[in-house]
């Protein structure tokens, strides 16, 4: 049962990221960044319209001007990473992924997000028994959510 | 017999032909100079220098900067306090500022001029309203410092213009003053020199030159400058060709934007739009009469009229363009005397030559290397974006040699002996904040942050713990070294024994002690016990490329870095274990401001951040309790600051290496000579890099915690798990089942704790 249900995930999380790739609206959920500080959101949301019209470079300048301010904002790496993937770079996503996760505290959604993008980097990169060894990981931190 | 022969040739039929054959090549000749000109002239496009920019200061509600720090940065961006009346200015009161920003175009848009209240409570910002909108604004950026360009041959600066922007009183004030007949003219004026000689010797100076406009063009743009009659007959046919092909608006441009108006230490001042900033600190379209007319002064010697140096001559000079413009009725009687009342209004901005952060720029230039070619970068006008912080940067240079002057007197040391360099960078994005390249930060000269490469000492220390300590079932911060004599021979390599600093062994040591007192003979006997290839493969993965040579020595830093290459090394225990390219561009940009390319910010992790949370913690150790202690001179202890001190052998090079919450810095002190300099690294570097800190108000350090590692109490006497039952026992981190099992003596859990608390049962019924 445990198996089947994580295998249910891995198809819902895994298929409309390849489908739909490189549509940035193609992920299931994107988390909101929080911050107390209004500068890093502001910039966090023209990051997200940029990359909703496509100017993924111009979104990437924003989160880096945000983590200028908050180096520490595990959002704002997550950010990174989902651009970077659309950016057709799986391989910074994945590492900004895992950045992201040394700042992500108990923030169990936070953690199963980026281990489902470490997967979609590695499904991108044909690394197909690292994806769903990475699906895995995401799994397991959505159920501790 | 020769008679007929002479008669012949001069026969009025070869005469004919000699005359024709002169003319044809008179013909040939003016036409290789019709050739010349025109390609040039069509051709022309002036070699325009890269511009390279500071980072823009980010202003936002919680940032942290006081009124007074803002005001200053103002004051350096060159904004003019008291009014509010154009980009640029600035006023302020005890806790707000209210200001007028310079429209700039920036990477991503260009940013309108904006009226700003900024309002601050202590040391930070509190709200900052756009003026105009009664809005309150998330974030803005002022225009970013201009801090250098990277210059054409003879170091040509110019800023170009087009004929539309130039004010029309600064050209009526040109032909005015240099070629009246302009618009008249062919190119050539002969009545023009009689006019010149005329009214020079009347005024007894020389204040008109016979040379039409186009004529000097044509100097400045072909010719070089010997004075011979046949340099001026080409000139003058090149002049009047120039003027047949081409409009006077065309040639009037040209002119307006090759000219050359000044020097600048090396940098050479060319054309109005540049000289506008240079002398005026504003646009060209903004000048007024007065301006314009001092402008125009100094056509005719730039260094006998240079406002800043010469101010008397300069005056004479402007007002007599005035006078001229008078006397042509270019001006009314009424702007005349007004103009001529006004001061010079020269900028007082010190001349920075090609830059004031020659050694930042230096690396700016070898990074931009790699994509750019040279001639593209002093000649397509591209616009660069770095890493540079201003503030950073300063500070930076003041306390070094601050320092490095103090450490001097203090311990009689030769005055001028020591050298310096310094590398700020950003903890978790490794941009470069400051490169401090020596002592006299100005001048261009040895860049050490980047080419000194001098022995590192017990700055390599952090890669030997680092690998112990990804091996938890062997190594913990607490597990016991042994500090005893140690003797290691290996083939080919002499005898090796090394000796602590203070000349003692120290028996058992805990491993985070070993470090923080920068043991050298356990860490030495650590070392070979784990092997060195895998110590330098750890020192590579932190980011050190040069080969490291595996002999017992390297373990105690007998290899050269520079101060570059260490922070590269320190940005990846700083980063949580991601490498992460130390970068000090951001953006280019092309002259008209079309994105070229990004440098957008890269990391790899490269090491176990278990392992790099542990030897974090032990560099944290360093300063609490070790041999940099003397940090708490500068700042309070819970910035929880980790560092290392390094410090070679008889003395030569002192470094501290250390690093915040948001910042990283490398600092190494020593000599060219590579004489001994007296100091270790905590008697020298340190305090450098400790005066720095503190007044750029770092971030504490709270590194990221892994999953894997866990906090158990132990008893610092014994090294064993500590409870309640244990006084002075503290919190240690562990990488999960790294921990000591056995519990201290002091705890409710030893054998010996049990039987105690048996009798006091007993007892106590």
Not at chain 2, 413 to 440: D, F, Q, Y
Request: glycine content about 8%; proline content about 6%; overall charge neutral.
């Amino acid at each position: 049962m445990k198996n089947l249900c994580a295998l249910a995930l891995l198809a819902a999380v895994a298929l409309p990221g390849c489908a739909n790739f490189p549509s940035p609206t193609a992920e299931p959920e994107a988390l909101p960044v929080t911050s107390d500080n209004n500068a890093v959101t502001a910039l966090a949301e023209s990051a997200r319209q940029d990359a909703a019209a496509g100017r993924l470079n111009a979104a990437a300048a924003n989160l880096e001007r945000a983590l200028r301010i908050e180096p520490r904002n595990a959002m704002l790496w997550h950010e990174l990473a989902r651009v970077n993937l659309h950016q057709g770079q799986p391989n910074e996503a994945a590492q900004f992924a895992t950045k992201s996760n040394t700042f992500a505290g108990d923030n169990a959604a936070l953690r199963a997000s980026n281990w489902r993008l470490i997967g979609q980097a590695r499904t991108q990169s044909g690394d197909q028994a690292g994806a769903e060894s990475a699906f895995e990981r995401a799994a397991q931190f959505e159920r501790q959510r | 017999m020769r008679r007929p022969k002479l008669r012949k040739y001069l026969r009025p039929r070869t005469l004919l032909l000699a005359g024709a054959a002169l003319l044809a090549a008179l013909a040939i000749y003016v036409a290789y100079l019709d050739f010349t000109i025109r390609t040039q002239f069509e051709g022309k496009r002036w070699a325009l220098p890269a511009r390279v920019y500071a980072s823009p200061l980010e202003l936002y509600p919680g940032k942290k900067i006081s009124a007074a720090q803002l005001s200053e940065e103002l004051a350096v961006l060159n904004y003019r306090h008291g009014t509010l009346d154009e980009p640029g200015t600035y006023l302020r009161d005890r806790e707000s500022i209210e200001l007028v920003s310079r429209p700039f175009a920036f990477w991503d848009g260009a940013q309108p001029a904006l009226r700003l209240a900024i309002a601050f409570s202590g040391k930070q910002i509190s709200k900052i309203d756009n003026l105009e909108t009664g809005q309150a604004l998330p974030l803005v950026r002022l225009d970013p410092l201009l801090i250098g360009g990277i210059y054409p041959a003879h170091n040509e600066d110019r800023v170009l213009v087009k004929l539309d922007e130039v004010p029309p009183i600064l050209i009526k004030a040109l032909t005015a003053v240099e070629d009246r007949k302009f618009y008249e003219h062919h190119g050539v004026d002969p009545r023009g020199i009689a006019r010149a000689l005329w009214t020079n010797l009347r005024a007894g100076d020389a204040v008109q030159g016979g040379s039409t406009l186009t004529q000097q063009l044509v100097k400045n743009f072909y010719l070089t400058s010997d004075r011979t009659l046949r340099r001026k007959i080409t000139e003058a046919i090149m002049a009047l060709l120039l003027d047949a092909h081409y409009g006077k608006d065309e040639i009037l441009e040209a002119y307006i934007n090759e000219i050359y108006l000044g020097q600048d230490g090396n940098r050479a001042i060319h054309g109005f739009g540049l000289a506008a900033q240079y002398y005026f600190d504003r646009p060209l379209h903004q000048l007024t009469l007065s301006q314009a007319a001092l402008l125009v002064g100094l056509v005719k010697g730039p260094s006998y009229y240079d406002p800043r140096r010469h101010p008397d001559r300069a005056l004479t000079r402007r007002n007599l363009v005035l006078t001229e413009l008078a006397d042509q009725h270019a001006i009314t009687n009424a702007e005349y005397l007004g103009a001529k009342t006004l001061p010079l209004e020269v900028a007082t901005r010190a001349p920075m030559g090609t830059s004031p952060y020659p050694a930042f720029l230096a690396l700016v230039h070898r990074q931009l290397r790699s994509d750019y070619s040279d001639t593209d970068l002093r000649s397509e006008g591209l616009r660069i974006f770095t890493t540079l912080d201003p503030h950073v940067q300063r500070t930076a240079e003041q306390a070094l040699t601050t320092r490095l002057s103090t450490l001097e007197k203090q311990r009689r040391i030769p005055a001028n002996s020591l050298e310096g360099a310094i590398v700020v960078t950003g903890s978790e994005n490794g941009e470069v904040l400051a490169v401090v390249g020596g002592r006299r930060s100005r001048y261009e000269g040895f860049n050490r942050a980047l080419d000194a490469v001098r022995q590192i000492g017990s700055l390599i220390k952090p890669a030997v713990y680092l690998t112990a300590l990804s091996q938890p079932d062997k190594y913990t911060l607490t597990t016991r070294l042994d500090d005893s004599p140690l003797v290691w021979t290996e083939p080919g390599v002499k005898e090796w024994a090394p000796q602590n600093y203070d000349r003692e062994f120290h028996g058992e040591v805990e491993l985070r002690t070993a470090l923080a007192e920068s043991y050298n003979v356990s860490t030495a006997r650590l070392g070979l016990a784990l092997g060195l290839p895998a110590i330098i493969e750890n020192a590579h993965r932190l980011g050190v490329e040069r080969n490291l040579p595996p002999y017992g020595s390297t373990l105690l830093g007998t290899i050269g870095l520079t101060p570059f290459e260490v922070t590269q090394m320190y940005q990846t225990l700083a980063s949580g274990g991601f490498r992460t390219p130390l970068r000090a561009i951001r953006e280019v940009l092309t002259p008209e401001g079309a994105p070229l390319k990004r440098y957008s910010l890269a990391v790899t992790q490269a090491v176990d951040p278990a392992a790099v949370y542990l030897t974090t913690t032990a560099l944290q150790h360093v300063v609490q309790s070790g041999t940099a202690t003397g940090l708490g001179a500068y700042l309070p202890a819970d910035i929880n600051v980790a560092g290392k001190t390094g410090t070679t052998d008889d003395l030569r090079d002192s470094w501290f290496a250390g690093f915040t919450g948001d910042k990283l810095a490398v600092v190494w002190v020593g000599r060219d000579d590579n004489q001994t300099t007296n100091l270790t690294g905590a008697a020298g570097a340190l305090t450098v890099w400790g005066q720095m800190m503190a007044q750029l108000d770092p971030e504490p350090l709270v590194p990221a915690m892994p999953e894997s590692i866990e906090l158990v109490r132990i008893d610092t006497k014994t090294g064993l798990r500590a409870d309640g039952g244990c006084d002075g026992a503290i919190e240690i981190p562990y990488i999960r089942g790294s921990a000591p099992t056995e519990p201290a003596p002091c705890s409710g859990h030893s054998p010996v704790e049990k039987i105690k608390n048996w009798f006091r049962r007993l007892f106590e019924r």
